[in-house]
């Protein structure tokens, strides 16, 4: 077929915009081509048919879907958080068109199948985006290793498992540590692990609350920097003993990230994650007042970090490389309900008047962290907050003069979209803006002229119904704009500079932020069999540190 006839016959063409890779700004004028759900081609002045639906960008930039690839959703613990349907819509709305959640073995489960039923029977039909799922593995018997991981990464296209060092019911000791990490090693499985100190974690706490500091902000007292770091050392020694590699999820200690730069330095296969509420928020904001209980809504694990030295330094540590992807963390909990956050504040038996046993006397609501579910909402605010602080390599100047700025679109695309895809085994399928890839693409509102801030006489960002391009002004996150079902957003009032003003989804439009919002489906999504990771920092089959050549052979 000659190229124009093979043109033609396109489902789709978006013109006039910027295409962004993990390695390049494309000049305006590169155009892209879906076919059958995927990109087709990418060229210049691509030949439209009939049936040829034309996108013009208007000059904006356009960025592969995002993978967020660790949200919570619908897990058996979190019964006040999103369901598929409104995690999921939350995810489209926000620019992701593949999100990789969790199901979750309970520890007295023999098997994982039991689990992995359940979560797939949320999840199916229910879906407005691509996912799937790792394995919270707790229960790491001999079967469960021997027999039942070899099929869930050849068969059902389970390709990561997730450990945790902390969380009575999930913990596992360095023995259990050790042992998945030889088998997942051997498999090709990655590794993700929360490394928290759980002892240290335990002992604080008691302590704090002997002395009745129990207020919300306790809870980043309560998970100190060392407890992070310590489990990280830990995790990073076990991975090289074992020559496995692994993936250090939501750091947020700067000397926990310094293991990870100084094992990556060495060549160690180690991988990291953060979050956007380890590069933008602060501990002061977990303080409640003495009639709130606002500080809840921003207890998570690890907690913020006290100083703004501690965003400064993962900022640095994205910008140098040292982390492969950023994720959302989405874990979400309904703030003013009796089983999310408010489940930590314990009402008075009595108030004035009511003749209780305390004589009549007034009595205050108490606040209790150990009782607050653990987790933030963000998976819609993932990639407007981390492209804010992005320039364009390929112009002069690029913007990265502005003070806030501090990585290359470049380097957006390839911890948002491109690294998430390639380390969980969904390389050359999603991720990236190439022929042969999924065509999930978000194009975003044009940014020229320069940006100014909305005046009040604007109205609010979702409120304007003309087809206007608005990148010029500035949108301000805050829970009424948001597609999640959670009562709130820890990042209320940040301004950002853009928003995914269109998103496909295999060629379909999803979200059309002037036209109507969400408009894909439920059931859009599909489950992603994915295969094994295609990205390593650093190298495998190296010789642990102090060990001899070949010394694991006497062992493994
Ligand atoms: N910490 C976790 O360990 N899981 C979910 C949310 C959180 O904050
Ligand atoms: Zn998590």
Redesign the pocket.
Known sequence: MDPDTESRNLDLIIRNGRIVTASEVLTLGVELGVKNGKIHCIGQSLKAGPETEVVDAQGAYITPGGVDSHV?IQQDNSPTGDTWETGSRSAIAGGNTTVIAFATQKRQEESIWTALEAYHGKATGNSYCDYGFHLILTNPSETVLEAELPRLVNEEGISSIKL?M??EPMKLGDGDLFNIMMKARSLGITTMI?AENSDMIEQITKRLAKQGNTGTFFHSIARPQLAESEATYRAISLAEVTDAPILLV?MSAPEAVRHVREAQARLLPIHAETCPHYLYLLSDRLRSGPNDFEGAKS????PLRHDARDLEAIWMGLAAGTFTVVSS?H?PATFDHPCGKMKGLQMPEDTEGSGGSNGGKSQRARGDFRNVP???PGVETRLPLLFDRTFDPARPGGGADDDKIRIPLTRFVEVTSTNPAKLYGLGGRKGSLLPGHDADIVIWHPEEPPLVAVSEADGPPSSSSENEPRGKKKITITKSVLHHRIDYTPFEGIEVRNWPRWVFLRGRRVWDRDGGGVVGEKGDGVFLKRGKSTILTGQMRRTGIGMMKGEQAYWT
């Open positions: 919570h945790y902390t969380y929360h939501h207890i998570c694990a690890p963390d874990a653990n987790g933030l």
